[in-house]
């Protein structure tokens, strides 16, 4: 089954353009990976906070929060075409999300883009489909301030490794690099558990994107709160991401 991921990159990716530079639109990155399926797993809420680095200049960006409840297994966190179910109306912090959003069906998103203080307390009102719950999830967002240590440009015809510091609060990494103009090419989605030292890309990914003079590396932090709900496991997270722009690929 195709999995969505895309949209999730696509909202970064348009923050970015936004913020940096002005784009007519954006095309979603392609997770070139192969993604073991998340046993067990059928829902995510999760709330993320974002900013953008260009060169040493760190700015916000606008967060993103979203919900969905699968009928099948996600796949990293991530549903397949299809498998989303109706859960009436969700709600983050009194904050009531649109439905069907970024043209997916039964997927709910904040389209205020707000920043949410923690404790976050989802209320689901729920449907034949969905019994009706609400969740506190009391965990912190996760912390990230190494960004210096990733450097301005790579040569891409070696593998390369980029010092992961100064972070806190994650379980989970989400990374790659995306160019920053049309048509849009990204390297393989990493998704990286536990607490790396640093992350690794190697000759081969980054040929997918070769030569380019603006490009951005994407790193999400994520902390996951997996609960029994309705008899199945959902995951509640908060998440981190960080956007490096004006990367060099040489």
């Known amino acids: 089954m195709k999995q969505i991921k895309a949209y999730s990159f696509a909202i970064i990716f348009l923050a970015l353009i936004t913020s940096c530079k002005k784009k007519d639109s954006a095309v979603e990155p392609v997770d070139n990976s192969a993604p073991a399926a998340q046993s067990g797993t059928y829902a995510a809420f999760l709330s993320r906070k974002q900013v953008i680095v260009t060169n040493t200049l760190v700015s916000s960006s606008s967060n993103f929060s979203t919900a969905y409840v699968s009928t099948v297994p996600l796949i990293n ?4 075409v299809g498998s989303l179910a109706d859960m009436g109306s969700v709600s983050l912090n009194g904050t009531v999300f649109q439905k069907n959003a970024y043209a997916l069906s039964n997927m709910y998103g904040d389209s205020t ?3 949410y203080n923690t404790p976050l307390n989802w209320l689901i009102s729920g449907t034949a489909a969905v019994p009706g719950f609400s969740f506190s999830n009391t965990n912190p967002y996760p912390t990230y301030t190494g960004y210096s240590a990733i450097a301005d440009s790579f040569i891409v015809s070696s593998n390369i490794s980029i010092p992961l510091i100064n972070y806190n609060g994650s379980d989970e990494i989400e990374t790659y690099f995306v160019t920053s103009s049309n048509p849009v090419t990204n390297t393989s ?4 558990t536990g607490s790396p030292a640093a992350l690794n890309f190697t000759a081969s990914d980054l040929s997918v994107i070769g030569v380019n003079s603006n490009v951005n590396l994407v790193i999400n932090f994520y902390k996951n709160n ?3 709900i309705n008899g199945k496991s959902y995951n509640f997270r908060t998440g981190y991401s ?6 060099k690929f040489k």
């Open 226 to 228: 997996v609960q029994t």
């Open 113 to 115: 883009s707000i920043t």
């Open 189 to 192: 989605i990493q998704n990286i």
């Open 242 to 247: 960080l956007i490096k722009s004006n990367i």
């Open 77 to 80: 966190n991530n549903p397949s």
